[in-house]
Antibody, heavy 118, light 107 residues
Framework: EVQLVESGGGLVQPGRSLKLSCAAS????????MAWVRQAPEKGLEWVAT????????YYPDSVRGRFTISRDNTKSSLYLQLNSLKSEDTATYYC???????????WGQGVMVTVSS | DIQMTQSPASLSASLGETVSIECLAS??????LAWYQQKSGKSPQLLIY???RLQVGVPSRFSGSGSGTRYSLEISGIQPEDAADYFC?????????FGSGTKLEIK
């Protein structure tokens, strides 16, 4: 059974940093592209980052490029998202997700909440 | 960026009814369109990918169709457990983008 378990969320002040983690199990992690998707309270879904199987290629939307960094450790079956220079508009539930054979998301974690507030 | 315009924003349906949700892409996406269901307080779940392919375990009352820039999700024979938000997503190119969502209420 595919499982994705996020951790590392919390309350953080604007301008500060936070690192999210996602522990994966139930599949061969090193064979799959992985991603982060976020959802602001009572809002829609926003893709945040994608990383290739070996971590050599990453993709970001303009809204987070230069502030967020996605990474992975295939030896630990773990995915990470470093969030820097946080803004109030980054407040959201962050989901770890596995990419399907095309760039959709076939499995999602339960999500972790990040609140950016002074 | 490809904009995904989803409609309607909300709809109400009776048990057994058939409903349709549409997504319009700002440019052609070659059938690279996925649909997700998100129940209240839960994470999204993949329903359909590549326009019409049902994810494993998804009931056959869900179906997808479309081409070019216009795509739709149909739910036939609405069940109580179908009450949820539904989102489309283009998987054609980066940046990946979602529709704004449709809230389905069961009468």
């Amino acid at each position: 059974e595919v499982q994705l378990v996020e951790s590392g969320g919390g309350l953080v002040q604007p301008g500060r940093s936070l690192k999210l983690s996602c522990a994966a199990s139930g599949f061969t992690f090193s064979n799959e592209y992985m991603a982060w998707v976020r959802q602001a309270p009572e809002k829609g879904l926003e893709w945040v980052a994608t990383i290739s199987t070996r971590g050599t290629t990453t993709y970001y939307p303009d809204s987070v490029r230069g502030r967020f960094t996605i990474s992975r450790d295939n030896t630990k079956s773990s995915l990470y998202l470093q969030l820097n220079s946080l803004k109030s508009e980054d407040t959201a539930t962050y989901y770890c997700a596995r990419h399907g054979s095309r760039i959709f998301f076939d499995y999602w974690g339960q999500g972790v909440m990040v609140t950016v507030s002074s | 960026d490809i904009q995904m315009t989803q409609s309607p924003a909300s709809l109400s349906a009776s048990l057994g009814e058939t409903v349709s949700i549409e997504c319009l892409a700002s440019e052609g996406i070659s059938n690279d369109l996925a649909w997700y269901q998100q129940k209240s307080g839960k994470s999204p779940q993949l329903l359909i990918y590549t326009t019409s392919r049902l994810q494993v375990g998804v009931p056959s009352r869900f179906s997808g169709s479309g081409s070019g820039t216009r795509y739709s999700l149909e739910i036939s024979g609405i069940q109580p457990e179908d009450a949820a938000d539904y989102f489309c997503q283009q998987s054609y190119k980066y940046p990946l983008t979602f529709g704004s969502g449709t809230k389905l209420e069961i009468k």
